[in-house]
């Protein structure tokens, strides 16, 4: 069966680096989002991309957030200045010809901020 | 209150009985979904259901869908320790189809 798949399963960062997420979602998927689950809380979504661009946002997507779709196949979320509440457990997931069907989330990275 | 609230938060049975989740969302929408998540894991999508569908069937699960409630369940039935995870409901908002507000779960606990 077809899956979404994220790079690293978990990455740990200091404070104020940069860090990109890396996913690789279902090839013939159109419709892509990311989302973020602090440790104990509910699942949150931060954005969702669409035709290459963003079709949406949240309030928590500021300007230290962005994505890119760089070839086709990766889908990365970047976060230019990474602080200790960043850290979470990130999902990508895709859908295919409309986002009104199931999505297939990857398994996640585990992002640290020490 | 928020979007998509699950009862209860918690849950324990024996292998072999059912198991029932609740979940309570505030807005129209226009599908819901359960999905399932093991302890650390990625999310693993489980069933949808149409804002026009009632009932839907999948394997050991069922779900039912009351729009005028504005309330969703799911069944587990013939438990098995396989299936403890946590589970939540997630929604489109107001129709916009374009993002999922999940609920805050239920952990599911089932002993063998």
């Known amino acids: 069966e077809p899956e979404v798949t994220q790079t690293p399963s978990h990455q740990v960062t200091q404070m104020g680096q940069e860090v990109i997420l890396r996913c690789v979602p279902i090839s013939n998927h159109l419709y892509f989002y990311w989302y973020r689950q602090i440790l104990g809380q509910k699942v949150e979504f931060l954005v969702s991309f669409y035709n290459n661009e963003i079709s949406e946002k949240s309030e928590i997507f500021d300007d230290q957030f962005s994505v890119e779709r760089p070839d086709g196949s990766n889908f990365t979320l970047k976060i230019r200045s990474t602080k200790l509440e960043d850290s979470a457990m990130y999902f990508c997931?895709?859908?295919?010809?409309?986002?009104?069907?199931?999505?297939?989330f990857g398994s996640g990275t585990r992002l640290t901020v020490v | 209150s928020q979007q998509g609230e699950e009862d209860p938060q918690a849950l324990s049975i024996q292998e072999g009985e059912n198991a029932t989740m609740n979940c309570s969302y505030k807005t129209s929408i226009n599908n819901l979904q359960w999905y399932r998540q093991n302890s650390g894991r990625g999310l693993v999508h489980l069933i949808l259901i149409r804002s026009n569908e009632r009932e839907k069937h999948s394997g050991r699960l069922r779900v039912t869908l009351d729009t005028s409630k504005k309330s969703s369940s799911l069944l587990i039935t013939a438990s098995r320790a396989a299936d403890t995870a946590s589970y939540f409901c997630a929604t489109d908002y107001e129709g916009n189809t374009d993002k999922l507000i999940f609920g805050t779960g239920t952990r599911l606990q089932v002993f063998p």
């Open positions: 997931a895709s859908t295919g010809t409309a986002p009104t069907y199931g999505y297939t």
